[in-house]
C-alpha cells in the first residue's frame, strides 16, 4: 500500500506560481515512478508530468511544457509540481500518482497508476 498526500493548491491570479507537493509513505519511495495529473470540471483526468525513480528522467505534457516543471525528494519522500505563468486553463483539482511497477518508459495514462491522492484544489482567475 501507498499513501499519497498533496498540498500546495489555492487561488491565484493569472501569471502567478505555485508549488504543489505530494507526501507519500507505506513503500520505499525511490521505486515508485511517481506523476501528475489533473481533472477540470466536465472533463477527463489527463496526464501532467511524470518522473523516474532517481529523478534523471522526466516527462510533460504539451500543455505545461516550459511552465511546469515535476522533481522529488528521495529522502523526504515527496514529489513536487512547481507551476508557473498559470492561467486560467490551468484550474483543475491536480492528484499525485503513483506506479510500482518496473518499466524503462514513464507512464502517461492514468490507468497505468497504481495509487492515488485525494487531489488538492488550483483555481486560477483571470
Known amino acids: 500500500q501507498v499513501q499519497l498526500v498533496e498540498s500546495g493548491g489555492g487561488l491565484v491570479q493569472a501569471g502567478a506560481s505555485l508549488r504543489l507537493s505530494c507526501a507519500a509513505s507505506g513503500r520505499t519511495f525511490n521505486r515508485l515512478v511517481m506523476g501528475w495529473f489533473r481533472q477540470a470540471p466536465g472533463k477527463e483526468r489527463e496526464f501532467v508530468a511524470a518522473i523516474s525513480r532517481s529523478g534523471g528522467d522526466t516527462r510533460h505534457a504539451d500543455s505545461v511544457k516550459g511552465r511546469f516543471t515535476i522533481s522529488r525528494d528521495n529522502a523526504n519522500n515527496t514529489v513536487y509540481l512547481q507551476m508557473n505563468s498559470l492561467n486560467p486553463e490551468d484550474t483543475a483539482v491536480y492528484y499525485c500518482?503513483?506506479?510500482?511497477?518496473?518499466?524503462?518508459?514513464?507512464?502517461?495514462?492514468?490507468?497505468?497508476?497504481?495509487?492515488w491522492g485525494q487531489g488538492t484544489q488550483v483555481t486560477v482567475s483571470s
Open positions: 500518482a503513483a506506479y510500482t511497477r518496473f518499466a524503462s518508459w514513464l507512464p502517461v495514462a492514468s490507468e497505468e497508476y497504481d495509487y
